[in-house]
């Protein structure tokens, strides 16, 4: 299991093969205003171009177990559609377009709305995402390795949330990475 201050988040939570970020977000730092503009400065194209950056590294990275599958943790519909777009999409497309690893948008779907995690606590955070998640079509993820991607992890609890109906998926593997974490 790789050892890296995000994994370690992970350990005993969500079964993974890999798990790392791009970058380290903080308060007031160039990391924290890329993440504004893609998610709410209608800048897509920061994710995309963050996708291929972290692309390369993770090809190498993952040269000798590359997933089968990049997901991108959904946003519910009405969200996306005030948003005009999934950030977590446009960083998926990055690194698909750079590791030759195909997308799905599909299976994985968000089902209840949650309000914002941003000023919420750790445990508020856990209780937000409980049960969002599910899979459309099992089946198709069953026996594939999937990289499940996010924009900025703090706590977890999102990926968590979505990695659980994933893990129920017969000889399923899990990696996970982000654009940002923080601590």
């Not at 939570?13 to 730092?29: D, H, I, Q």
């Not at 948008?105 to 508020?124: C, E, I, N, V």
């Not at 409980?130 to 499940?148: P, W």
């Not at 994933?166 to 654009?179: D, L, N, Q, R, Y």
């Amino acid at each position: 299991m790789p050892d890296n201050s995000l994994a370690r988040q992970f350990w005993g939570r969500v079964p993974f093969t890999f798990c790392g970020a791009f970058l380290y977000f903080s308060k007031g730092s160039r990391v924290q205003s890329l993440l504004h503009q893609l998610k709410y400065n209608n800048r897509p194209e920061v994710g995309l171009k963050l996708g291929h950056l972290y692309g390369k590294q993770l090809s190498s990275a993952l040269s000798s177990f590359l997933p089968d599958v990049i997901v991108p943790v959904p946003l519910h519909p009405k969200r996306q559609k005030k948003r005009g777009y999934n950030q977590s999409e446009y960083f998926a497309r990055g690194l698909s377009e750079t590791m030759h690893i195909p997308i799905d948008t599909s299976t994985l779907q968000r089902g209840a709305f949650t309000s914002s995690q941003t000023k919420k606590s750790r445990f508020l955070r856990y209780e937000n995402m409980k049960d969002v998640f599910f899979l459309s079509k099992a089946e198709e993820f069953e026996g594939k390795h999937i990289l499940l991607v996010d924009d900025i992890i703090t706590t977890g609890a999102t990926i968590e949330s979505s990695a659980i109906p994933i893990h129920e998926v017969p000889a399923t593997k899990i990696s996970i990475a982000g654009i940002a974490y923080t601590n």
